[in-house]
């Protein structure tokens, strides 16, 4: 695509619930990104694909967290038994490489109520 | 203290005038990028750069690297360019970017 494209753009889910969010790189872009933005707060980084392997995960503050990518394409960052404090937006970036130029995403706005 | 930070923290100016947005950093990078952030959360990269200067239309964003310090600037700023600017840097330890807390600039016409 043109972008890099998240869905949804908006998702209110319960508290306890599992949440999906999915993010499309640019076309060829290896290096694809996860951060998050809660209210009020800077930019935090969650996790780094490079391929299909995650060589930095460091960032993700949970083991309810988790993310893969597949086809060295798509990656799906899931939230297991979300809690308030979950609400946020994540915003996916991809690049050419690592240390090329990063391009974002919309971003997924998240409310846990 | 933070890796990244940035001043002014809010910036208000008229129509026209010349803003300068600053930004330090206290790690070792490989490149800088400056990020616009429209009310909605969207982010366009303005600039990557890891020296020197860069010029796209009205902004202009440069670097020092020996004193750790990048300014990006607006000339003949609009209301059109009110929105948060981030300061991010990767690091030469890795591939994340770190960021600064965002400066908010309001452009009143």
């Known amino acids: 695509g043109a972008g890099v494209s998240q869905s949804p753009s908006n998702k209110v889910t319960e508290k306890g619930k599992d949440v999906e969010l999915r993010c499309d790189p640019i076309?060829?872009?290896?290096?694809l990104y996860w951060y998050r933005q809660s209210l009020g707060q800077g930019l935090e980084f969650l996790i780094y694909?490079?391929?299909?392997?995650?060589?930095?995960k460091s960032g993700l503050p949970s083991d309810r967290f988790s993310a893969e990518r597949t086809g060295g394409s798509v990656s799906t960052l899931t939230i297991q038994r979300t809690q308030q404090e979950d609400s946020a937006v994540y915003l996916c970036a991809s690049s050419f490489g690592p240390f090329t130029e990063a391009f974002f995403g919309q971003g997924t706005r998240l409310t846990v109520v | 203290k933070n890796e990244v930070e940035q001043s002014p923290q809010n910036l208000t100016a008229q129509e026209g005038e010349f803003i300068t947005i600053n930004c330090s950093y206290s790690v070792g990078i490989s490149a800088l990028h400056w990020l616009q952030q429209h009310p909605g959360g969207g982010i366009v990269s303005l600039f990557m750069?890891?020296?020197g200067k860069k010029k796209h239309g009205r902004l202009i964003a440069t670097i020092n690297i020996q004193e750790k310090h990048s300014s990006l600037h607006i000339t003949a700023s609009h209301p059109r360019d009110s929105a948060v600017y981030i300061c991010?840097?990767?690091?030469?330890?890795?591939?994340?970017?770190?960021f600064g807390e965002g400066t908010q600039l309001t452009v009143n016409p």
């Open positions: 694909f490079q391929g299909n392997s995650a060589p930095d």
């Open positions: 991010a840097v990767k690091e030469t330890s890795g591939s994340r970017l770190t």
């Open positions: 076309s060829g872009h290896t290096a």
């Open positions: 750069l890891s020296s």
